[in-house]
Structure formats: structure tokens, C-alpha cells
């Protein structure tokens, strides 16, 4: 996406702040609803619930962001991508300056929470894809750990020792990583919000993918 594009889309972000969805007691928000963060808060009911008033918002407030994910993941993989059925169609994370995860970096997880039991067990393909909206002045990055997930949720020690690579990726830039790889937002420094667009992508059959949030 062009620099242009992004500032734009970005004051459309912030016009819309009486609608972004908070998480975590303010740590987080985000604009149409995250599937992790309902799930960790135990409001998957609400997630689903209000999945089409989402992706309304979404589309009202950044007109044609979730089809150009859902391209994306379909040019990325060669293959048909669509919404999944009944989840929140690509949306967009806001991290807030000197909010934990400015301060401390995000958890340090795996992107398996919205794969089913079956999709895991046979490790099929699974993408993560962030598009930075707005960068903080400093920090931010993906750090990326040569680790996959093994069947435990938490990282241990050993695989925290690992090695790992920290990923920059300016304003506009796609980032995008294998959702079985270890990961972690980077602490940020200065005045600005750190604002991207995220989508979440499975290939449930051969060549078909579904996307969501």
C-alpha cells in the first residue's frame, strides 16, 4: 500500500475510535472484532454475534481493505481465498504508546487460536499477514524465533533461547510469516500509536484458503 494510502486510511482509523473495540483493560484495541483477543477474554459468543456489524464497520471505514487481503493471501499462495464463514472478515490492531506492549513488547505466542484441532494435528498451511498502517518512531517489529509450534501453547525456556530474527517492516510494507512460528510484537518508543492491518489465512482444502480475523 502507498504512504498516501496508508495516512489516509489511518485518520480513518482514528475518526472511527468511538467504534474500536478494546481489549485487555485498554492495553489494546482494535477496529472490527479480533478473534483472539474474544477468545482470551471469553467472549467468543460476542465475536460471532456481531461479525457482520464488524465487518460493516470495516468496510465503511476503510472501503475495500479486507477484499485486497483476501487478494493478497490469494497471490501470496497461488490459490482461491474467501472469507471464512460466520468470522470477522481482515481488520486492523491498535497498540497505543507507552501501553504495555510499547512498553514491554506483546506476549510471545503462536497464531493457532482460530485453526481447528484438525487443521493442526496436520500442520496444515497456515499464514499471518500485517500490513503497518502506522509506525511507532522507534521499535515495533515482528521478532521471529526459528521455532514452530509443537502442541503447547506457552514457549518454553528452551525454545525462548532459540534463535530468533527481529523483522522491520515500514508504513505499507506486508509482512508475512508462517502462523505455526513463534512471534512477538517489539517494544516501541516515541509519541505515535503503532496501527496495522492483520489478517489470518488457513488452506482448508488443497489450494482453497479462508481468511479472517
Not at 19 to 47: I, V
Not at 172 to 186: A, M, N, P, W
Request: hydrophobic share 40%.
Amino acid at each position: 500500500m502507498s504512504w498516501d494510502e496508508c495516512h489516509d486510511w489511518t485518520n480513518a482509523v482514528y475518526r472511527a475510535r468511538e467504534h474500536w473495540t478494546p481489549a485487555f483493560d485498554g492495553e489494546q484495541y482494535s477496529l472490527g472484532r479480533a478473534w483472539y483477543t474474544h477468545l482470551e477474554e471469553d467472549l467468543s459468543e460476542d465475536y460471532f454475534a456481531n461479525a457482520r456489524a464488524s465487518d460493516r464497520l470495516v468496510e465503511a471505514t476503510l472501503p475495500g481493505m479486507q477484499r485486497r487481503m483476501i487478494e493478497a493471501v490469494a497471490a501470496l499462495t497461488g490459490g482461491r481465498a474467501a472469507q471464512r464463514a460466520e468470522w470477522c472478515g481482515p481488520g486492523v490492531h491498535v497498540f497505543p504508546n507507552g501501553e504495555v506492549v510499547a512498553r514491554r513488547g506483546g506476549v510471545v505466542h503462536f497464531d493457532t487460536e482460530g485453526l481447528t484441532d484438525e487443521h493442526i494435528r496436520g500442520r496444515k498451511p497456515a499464514l499471518s499477514l500485517l500490513v503497518m498502517l502506522q509506525a511507532p518512531q522507534r521499535g515495533g517489529g515482528i521478532a521471529l524465533w526459528d521455532v514452530r509450534y509443537s502442541g503447547a501453547d506457552e514457549a518454553t525456556e528452551a525454545e525462548l533461547e532459540m534463535p530468533s530474527t527481529i523483522v522491520e517492516y515500514g508504513v505499507g510494507e506486508l509482512c508475512v510469516f508462517d502462523s505455526y512460528r513463534l512471534h512477538q510484537i517489539q517494544p516501541f518508543g516515541g509519541r505515535r500509536d503503532r496501527i496495522s492491518v492483520t489478517a489470518h489465512a488457513a488452506e482448508v482444502e488443497p489450494g482453497s484458503w479462508e481468511v479472517w480475523f
